[in-house]
């Protein structure tokens, strides 16, 4: 008795007594399997499962994945409107820590084990977790899109935890130490160093600011922009790093010395004219800067993981200390969130003011106690020599 005919496919057997299965494709095109079979039955259940693919609408051209990674990894990056420092930032990840293993490899060819190769390669070679972390968020986020155009079924980035960063708790400066650090840096950095501190402002926006963004009846300064230095040393004005960091940072009152004199003696002289700038009167260098923040840092006494950046933190703390919810120091720092309880808090300019009254006062008596302190030495020091 005949078999049954069949209706999706062909199976057909070779000379070599192994089994080869075939299918028309809803594309039109005759699609072979990859590899024979051992059996007809393999074959067949291979060809069912095609057909059950392609009743449920899963089916996918099989030949989509061919696409080489690094060149769909570039376009990645290409096709979006990233800031300056972002696409810098992925293009190196890619150049160092992706494509040295992945540049030759069609994207369906790259599977979970290769994954994780790679990545338990990356930590042995780098020691650097959080670079590796960067790395693997980026290598999860481009495959994710190849899953949406169809060129891969499922992403292949599955480890639990892999993108998550577990930075070192930062250090931060006590008030004497800021003080000491803006006398280090020299009268022309000495406002940057208290903005840095207690604004607080991230660096790239105070070199934006200019002279328009100071305001000297509030002792305040306005940040409406950022200018971060790329790597090649060229400056990328953009906007701030979220809707968060265009803000009025209300200073506390000690500043509003400072901030006059820096107008008159530093910042540049065109009423549209950057607030700092280098002694030579142009935008300052991150390299000079860092120059100068190192031999500061060193002469305070500061250990050398401390960065300017931390003195944020340092303000954060100060904020903290001085009565701030964390809607007030979210304000103050520039920062956003998606948590609902948020939404109904608020902070004013008000409010931002008695945050600044109450940095200050603990500026000023932080102050009085290093002076007592000191005075208490010298005191110490003329017994010893009486006696």
């Not at 990840?93 to 069609?106: A, C, K, S």
């Not at 993981?305 to 303000?315: C, E, I, M």
Request: glycine share 6%; aromatic share 8%.
């Amino acid at each position: 008795m005949a078999g049954k005919k069949r209706q999706f496919g062909r199976v057909r057997k070779l000379p070599s007594g192994r089994y080869q299965a075939r299918y028309l494709g809803p594309d039109g095109i005759d699609r072979p399997a990859p590899e024979t079979f051992r059996t007809k039955r393999d074959a067949d259940d291979w060809l069912a499962d095609r057909q059950s693919e392609v009743r449920s609408g899963d089916w996918r051209d099989p030949d989509a994945g061919k696409v080489n990674f690094g060149e769909y990894a570039l376009r990645w990056v290409e096709e979006r409107d990233l800031a300056a420092t972002t696409d810098e930032l992925y293009r190196r990840l890619l150049r160092l820590h992706l494509l040295p293993t992945f540049d030759g490899v069609d994207l369906d060819k790259i599977t979970p084990p290769s994954v994780r190769t790679w990545r338990t390669e990356r930590l042995k070679a780098t020691e650097a977790p959080t670079t590796v972390a960067k790395s693997y968020r980026l290598l999860k986020a481009i495959m994710e899109t190849a899953v949406d155009d169809e060129l891969i079924r499922r992403n292949p980035c599955r480890i639990k935890g892999a993108g998550k960063e577990s930075a070192e708790e930062r250090p931060t400066a006590t008030v004497p130490q800021v003080d000491a650090l803006a006398d280090a840096m020299g009268p022309r950095w000495r406002l940057m160093v208290y903005i840095a501190a207690y604004g607080p402002a991230r660096p790239e926006e105070q070199a934006a600011m200019r002279r328009p963004d100071v305001d000297l009846e509030n002792v305040g300064v306005w940040v409406r922009t950022a200018e971060p230095e790329l790597t090649t040393g060229r400056r990328a004005p953009g906007d701030t790093k979220s809707a968060a960091g265009r803000r009025f940072l209300v200073l506390p009152a000690f500043m509003a010395t400072d901030l006059e004199r820096h107008l008159d003696w530093y910042a540049e002289k065109t009423p549209d004219g950057l607030l700092f700038v280098g002694e030579r009167g142009k935008p300052f260098r991150r390299s000079t800067f860092g120059r100068k923040w190192r031999k500061a840092r060193a002469r305070v006494g500061l250990p050398e993981n401390f960065r300017f950046y931390d003195l944020r933190h340092t303000g954060h703390t100060l904020s903290t200390r001085s009565g701030a919810t964390l809607k007030d120091t979210m304000v103050r720092a520039g920062q956003s969130t998606e948590r609902a309880a948020l939404i109904y808090q608020h902070s004013d300019t008000e409010r931002q003011k008695e945050v600044a009254d109450g940095i200050d006062a603990h500026v000023r008596a932080a102050r009085l106690r290093a002076q007592e302190e000191q005075a208490k030495q010298r005191s110490g020091t003329e017994r010893a020599r009486d006696a």
